[in-house]
């Protein structure tokens, strides 16, 4: 394309072009960064609460389904049953293979039930709310495994035999190199 046109007008196309980018670029940057800061923001806004990050999760989506209803329920009621919701997900969920036994699911969804209620949220029972927050209870276990597990303390198992493995397979060779 270049050898098409005038020196001069390829060099006045490119820097246009290549401003462009750079601003794409820059603007691209600027927002990812803002997000990034509102990502930390959240990340430690369960300080400023005074609950656990764990606790955290409860209470925002029991914040969120609230505001999406439109029903009433005061924050520091949201921040109570949070805390309650996460004790009983950790008493429920302590077992690795607590999700593939229906009959520990099942303890799990009627105690939430029976606690929602005795907290009064919502004030007037909707199924598709208590979905939500069961939803919330099962991902959380599934997704944040056991805070102990972790961390750092994994163990990595290494395979050494005690005598040379036999070969599969040819002998490595360098890519673009002749073995001889």
Same mark, same amino acid.
């Given at each position: 394309? *270049?050898?098409? =046109? ?6 006045? @196309? ?6 462009? $980018? ?24 369960? +300080?400023?609460? @005074? *609950?656990? &990050? ?9 914040? /969120? ?6 029903? #009433?329920?005061?924050?520091? /009621? =949201?921040? $109570?049953?949070?805390?309650? *919701? ?5 008493? /429920?969920?302590? &077992? ?23 907290? @009064?949220? #919502? #004030? ?8 939500? $927050? ?6 959380? /276990? ?18 050494? #035999? +005690? ?8 002998? $490595? ?8």
């Amino acid at each position: 394309m *270049i050898r098409f =046109c005038e020196k001069k007008q390829c060099k006045t @196309g490119l820097v246009t072009n290549w401003k462009k $980018v750079a601003d794409f670029v820059n603007d691209l940057s600027d927002k990812l960064l803002n997000i990034f800061q509102d990502l930390q923001e959240d990340k430690i806004s369960f +300080e400023k609460l @005074g *609950i656990t &990050y764990e606790e955290k999760a409860f209470y925002d989506i029991l914040v /969120k389904v609230r505001d999406d209803h439109g029903f #009433p329920y005061a924050d520091e /009621k =949201c921040l $109570v049953l949070a805390k309650k *919701i996460k004790e009983l997900v950790d008493d /429920k969920a302590q &077992y690795a293979d607590w999700s593939t036994h229906d009959d520990i699911k099942n303890q799990l969804n009627m105690d939430l039930t029976v606690l929602l209620y005795q907290n @009064g949220y #919502p #004030p007037e029972w909707d199924e598709e709310i208590f979905e939500k $927050v069961m939803a919330q209870a099962e991902n959380f /276990k599934k997704f944040s495994g056991d805070s102990s597990f972790n961390q750092s303390n994994n163990v990595v198992y290494q395979f050494q #035999p +005690e005598e040379p493995l036999s070969m599969v397979a040819e002998s $490595v060779s360098l890519y673009g190199v002749k073995n001889e």
